[in-house]
């Protein structure tokens, strides 16, 4: 192989571009992950150490469907946030999901850095709802493919698109808190950095292994396969946390707060138990397993059934008693809490939950070796 095929696989994204930042190498900053419901943020220190923990409800109608409704009100829950929680700091990192999110992997001639975005943008076009030139473009290159006949080889790339405006009101609401976004990272480099820190944690080569990610938000459900360490699909499952206590507490007397205690409260997965919200709950949670599976069954009839070798859950929603078990079942692999699998983590008197309810803020401020 060339010196400039090895720079070509081992250098990856040119992070002096636009807004949209895969990876940057610099001190751990504060993390945020602004969802429909919630703020949570993480003030890191180094080696992923855990610094500070703050999470604030956000009231309905300021954040609708990944878009700020609301900039003002949203900058002072902010503000307020950081000084109840004493997270001090002027930058950050910011994860970033929504529908209108485009990430696909591209395979591309083996090319000069200088060239491949000219390339991106003439291969993603036809995924874009509207012109490339209206959204920030970023990408993030995972493998350097060898020619059988020792000719040009290709390159594996992940490719992030997300509209600039709405990039730019995220930007623009947090300077409005007094806090400089420095980069942007997205689910889907955020599921891999975890899984690599996971695996590395628990001595496992994430380059020789398939994994699927499943994040259990309030909102959606993300799935993402890394296949031998690299991102190989991401799908977004449109139900989440928030739609099963609103089932909850439509099929009871409770209104939502008194839904979301007893959500977290109750066994619905245990064997034995058979009552009527168990099996509502497991319904719910059979319409995302179908998806999952549909997802799981598109990456082995890509790769020749080569199966997955273990599953991750994280999330708020990962944290339900007996969830673990009932994917297990029903999916006939091995299904692991990242706060199970980190248990060296801890924050206060909290051990790994921490990971899995922060963990797209957490994995945003890690930063990936050259």
């Known amino acids: 192989m060339s010196t400039e095929r090895k720079n070509q696989k081992n250098k990856g994204t040119n992070l002096n571009r636009n807004p949209l930042r895969l990876q940057r190498n610099q001190q751990p900053i504060i993390g945020i992950d602004i969802g429909s419901s919630s703020i949570k943020m993480v003030q890191m220190k180094k080696n992923n150490r855990l610094h500070k923990l703050g999470f604030e409800k956000i009231p309905e109608g300021l954040v609708n469907q990944g878009r700020i409704e609301a900039s003002q009100p949203l900058a002072e829950i902010v503000k307020d946030l950081m000084?109840?929680?004493?997270?001090?700091?002027?930058?950050?990192?910011?994860?970033?999901?929504?529908?209108?999110?485009?990430?696909?992997?591209?395979?591309l001639p083996e090319m000069s850095e200088n060239q491949i975005m000219d390339n991106i943008k003439h291969e993603i076009t036809s995924f874009l709802p509207l012109n490339h030139d209206?959204?920030?473009?970023?990408?993030?290159?995972?493998?350097?493919?060898?020619?059988?006949?020792?000719?040009?080889?290709?390159?594996?790339?992940?490719?992030?698109?997300?509209p600039g405006n709405l990039v730019q009101s995220y930007i623009n609401?947090?300077?409005?808190?007094?806090?400089?976004?420095?980069?942007?990272?997205?689910?889907?480099?955020i599921a891999g950095k975890i899984?690599?820190?996971?695996m590395g944690s628990n001595n496992l080569n994430v380059h020789h292994s398939n994994v699927c990610m499943?994040?259990?938000?309030?909102?959606?459900?993300?799935?993402?396969?890394?296949?031998?360490?690299n991102y190989f699909i991401h799908k977004t499952i449109?139900?989440?946390?928030?739609?099963?206590?609103?089932?909850?507490a439509e099929k009871s007397d409770m209104d939502l707060i008194e839904a979301e205690e007893y959500k977290i409260r109750n066994k619905f997965f245990t064997k034995n138990i058979h009552d009527e919200m168990s099996v509502h709950v497991k319904t719910f949670f059979d319409f995302i397993i179908n998806d999952i599976e549909r997802t799981i069954e598109f990456y082995t009839n890509?790769?020749?059934?080569k199966s997955i070798d273990q599953i991750y859950i994280m999330g708020g929603g990962s944290l339900l008693h007996g969830l673990p078990e009932y994917l297990e079942e029903h999916l006939s692999l091995k299904v692991f809490r990242i706060s199970d699998m980190i248990t060296h983590f801890k924050y206060g008197n909290k051990s790994g939950e921490s990971i899995a309810f922060f963990s797209q803020a957490i994995g945003s401020t890690m930063r990936e070796e050259r």
């Open 302 to 305: 890509r790769n020749n059934q």
């Open 214 to 229: 499943i994040d259990f938000g309030a909102r959606n459900t993300n799935v993402v396969i890394l296949k031998d360490g």
């Open 195 to 198: 899984a690599k820190w996971i």
């Open 238 to 248: 449109n139900s989440g946390g928030d739609y099963l206590t609103a089932l909850i």
């Open 83 to 107: 000084t109840k929680y004493k997270i001090k700091g002027s930058e950050c990192s910011l994860c970033l999901s929504g529908s209108e999110m485009i990430v696909r992997e591209l395979k």
């Open 134 to 162: 209206e959204y920030c473009i970023d990408y993030k290159v995972l493998d350097y493919i060898q020619s059988e006949n020792n000719g040009p080889g290709k390159l594996s790339v992940m490719v992030a698109a997300v």
């Open 173 to 189: 609401t947090l300077k409005k808190a007094k806090l400089k976004v420095v980069y942007v990272d997205i689910i889907p480099n």
